[in-house]
């Protein structure tokens, strides 16, 4: 699979929203947040005095998480990775390209 470009001012978007949400998840007092010893992940650890907990997240799987909705539902480890929002797939191309094409294919094979 190719490398696709991405805008710079995309990319400075995604940085500064991981870093708010990062920021955001560390004041959570029943969270423990730290990058992995590869730098390549992140850690997260249950904080709560009961039996520890941890799973290693991506920085697209931080962005997804919706904190706001995880400090209503009590702040816990657990509320924190259910509140992960679901994001629609954005299709490569329109469904009335879509469309197109297959009509083409189609008629094609009748001549």
Do not use: Y
């Not at 949400?21 to 709560?48: G, R, V, Y």
């Not at 991506?58 to 480890?77: M, R, Y």
């Not at 509140?83 to 390209?97: G, L, N, V």
């Amino acid at each position: 699979m190719g490398k696709r470009f991405v805008r710079t001012a995309d990319v400075d978007k995604r940085a500064i929203q991981f870093c708010r949400q990062f920021q955001a998840i560390e004041k959570m007092p029943l969270i423990h947040i730290q990058f992995s010893p590869d730098n390549k992940s992140i850690d997260i650890f249950s904080n709560d005095g009961e039996r520890p907990r941890s799973n290693t997240l991506s920085v697209e799987h931080i962005l997804l998480l919706d904190v706001e909705q995880a400090k209503a539902n009590g702040g816990t480890f657990e509320a924190l990775l259910s509140s992960r929002k679901i994001r629609k797939p954005k299709p490569r191309f329109s469904q009335a390209e879509s469309d197109k094409e297959v009509q083409e294919f189609l008629t094609s094979e009748d001549q």
